[in-house]
């Protein structure tokens, strides 16, 4: 059995500024996705994305996930709580992000990058989709540092106790999700989108990718105690991965019909 380091969720002080680890994970996840998809343009395999469009992309796509994921989980997990509190809804601070909130964010904000530049939205969706997981990634590690969103009783040699997690051992979840949805997933895009592949293959291979191991993560991850499992005994993250691997199926298969992208 393990226990969990308690770290101090506070990185760095100075004076009245606290800069938190979960706020460092983020900006480590998208200079991750910043320095990954300037690779990806020298190279030459971003099609008709140029930097100065990347640069759009980046600024819009934080919008969205901030926007995004804050909306989301004001919506899918507490919506009974901020329509009684509305003015809460603004204090992110206070953590609640959903990832499937920043998603939909983030393909409301590649329409507007779309639209400005003259190009079709998939192309910037096939584009981003394989510069997402490091950022994944780095979010479960802060979760991991935070000592939240651990896994279900267990009596694996691995079990930790956390803070928060009561007298008994727990799957240490959120690093799973970091291997599955971060690492796993980034492997499995990044060498996918090396090839030319036709207009919404990509995309469709994260929806599946991320849907899929999230699910799976799922399965040892303890449900949010203010919702706990909901129909057919799963719970929210899996009710809203599933249309996520439905939808990129239907897309998978009809791209097939379609030439590569040059």
């Not at 969706?125 to 994944?136: C, E, K, R």
């Not at 040892?220 to 249309?243: A, K, N, V």
Request: with cysteine.
């Amino acid at each position: 059995m393990l226990v969990h380091p308690d770290f101090d969720p506070v990185a760095l002080r100075l004076g009245p500024l606290a800069v938190k680890w979960y706020g460092l994970m983020y900006l480590v996840g998208f200079t991750a996705g910043f320095w990954l998809g300037r690779r990806r343009i020298r190279q030459g395999g971003a099609g008709r994305i140029t930097m100065a469009v990347f640069d759009d992309v980046l600024f819009y796509a934080v919008l969205g996930i901030v926007i995004g994921g804050r909306l989301g989980y004001v919506l899918f997990y507490k919506p009974g709580y901020y329509l009684a509190n509305p003015l809460d809804i603004l204090h992110i601070w206070e953590g609640g992000m959903s990832f499937h909130g920043g998603f939909l964010g983030v393909l409301v904000a590649m329409l507007l990058v779309a639209r400005r530049h003259g190009l079709r939205w998939i192309e910037l969706m096939d584009f981003l989709a394989p510069l997402v997981p490091p950022g994944i990634a780095a979010g479960r590690i802060g979760n991991f540092i935070n000592g939240e969103l651990f896994g279900r009783v267990t009596d694996a040699p691995w079990g930790m106790l956390f803070r928060y997690g009561g007298p008994l051992p727990r799957h240490p979840s959120q690093l799973y999700e970091f291997l599955l949805e971060g690492c796993v997933l980034f492997a499995l895009l990044w060498i996918y989108s090396s090839r030319p592949r036709p207009p919404w293959a990509v995309s469709a291979m994260f929806l599946i990718g991320y849907g899929t191991m999230r699910s799976v993560a799922e399965c040892f991850r303890e449900p949010d105690d203010f919702l706990g499992f909901l129909g057919f005994g799963l719970t929210m993250g899996q009710w809203l991965s599933l249309p996520m691997v439905l939808v990129g199926v239907l897309m998978l298969t009809l791209s097939g019909r379609a030439r590569p992208a040059a």
